[in-house]
């Protein structure tokens, strides 16, 4: 797969974008998951944005098939493992628990070509997989030999834009910082090792006192940037204000942004963060014996 990177300094950062696309393939009619064109990218860590560009085009006989009648083309996403699809509609057994999955449906723009393009905002690093079909053949019958058969063609692309500064935070040690009047964001992530079980945010807001003391808005997500669904707690009146995130997933990164409201004029806030990540030793003392907890960073 083609890689293509180009570097950019934003407002904030530096950040990285990649481009990597996919060969076109011939699309077919759905009948089963095996009828279905499967793609496969990588989304790198501190990718803030990723974006599909979806190019759909036709050939007959070699040529552009601007006389093929125009066919949907339905496009599944999901991260971690291939899309599970139902376009038949049927239903699954009691208790079945099924992922959910991003599709999109591409009409035709021009007579021989389409475009669509599919955005996500901080994705899930790690493997992605796109599947695609045209509709359901409904019993059509023709002759082969009498004409060129009309082909639909898929090529992906992929374009991601990763950050490339995004601040370590080290457990247990308190950080200075400082958020501008132009910039109403920052963001930090921990690692998490084995065995930790819960993480934990503070934040103390430096100077000022009354109901704007700290006007700032904490958020933690594991894996990726946080969203604005993401876990959260609103400062508000207070100084201090804490967030913690249970079970988080071994061997990843945690992200911790802090950011001000979108609305209303920009003012330069100092606040102190500090991570803490709670853990438990492995089993390893004798069986009559309980294992003892462990607090990393945090006494």
């Known amino acids: 797969m083609p890689t293509v990177r180009t570097c950019f300094v934003r407002l904030g950062g ?23 064109e499967l793609f496969h990218f990588h989304v790198p860590e501190d990718t803030f944005l990723a974006v599909w560009n979806l190019i759909i ?6 040529t552009f098939g601007d006389h093929c009648p125009d066919q949907s083309v339905t496009v599944y996403f999901r991260s971690g493992a291939p899309p599970v699809i139902n376009p038949l509609h049927t239903h699954f057994p009691g208790d ?30 790690g493997d992605w997989f796109l599947a695609a079909h045209l509709p359901q053949a409904h019993g059509h ?14 090529q992906p692309q992929l374009i991601v834009r990763r950050l490339l500064d995004v601040a370590v935070l080290v457990p247990g040690r308190p950080s200075e910082q400082t958020l501008s009047a132009h910039n109403r964001s920052a963001l930090y992530k921990v690692f998490v090792p084995s065995f930790t079980y819960r993480v934990s945010a503070q934040l103390v807001c430096v100077g000022g ?10 958020r933690l997500r594991p ?7 993401s876990s959260s707690v609103a400062c508000g009146g207070a100084s201090v204000c804490q967030l913690e995130l249970a079970l988080p ?17 920009g003012r330069t806030v ?12 492995p089993c390893t003392c004798p069986s009559h014996l309980a294992c003892a907890d462990i607090v990393t960073g945090k006494s």
């Open 209 to 218: 006192r009354g109901a704007s003391t700290c006007p700032l808005t904490l």
């Open 249 to 265: 997933p071994w061997g990843h990164w945690v992200y911790v942004r802090v950011e001000t409201p979108s609305r209303g004029p």
């Open 96 to 125: 079945t628990a099924v992922p959910g999955v991003f599709s999109l449906t591409l009409s035709w723009t021009l007579p021989n070509r389409t475009s669509g393009i599919f955005n996500v905002s901080s994705p899930l690093p």
């Open 223 to 229: 894996k990726a940037p946080p969203l604005h669904n």
């Open 57 to 62: 085009f036709k050939e007959q006989g070699g």
């Open 14 to 36: 530096l950040f990285l974008t990649d481009y990597s696309t996919c060969s076109p393939r011939k699309l077919s009619p759905f009948r089963s998951f095996a009828s279905t």
């Open 141 to 154: 019958i023709s002759v082969k030999g009498l004409q060129d058969e009309c082909q639909y063609l898929l």
């Open 270 to 281: 100092r606040f102190q963060l500090c991570v803490w990540l709670q853990g438990q030793k």
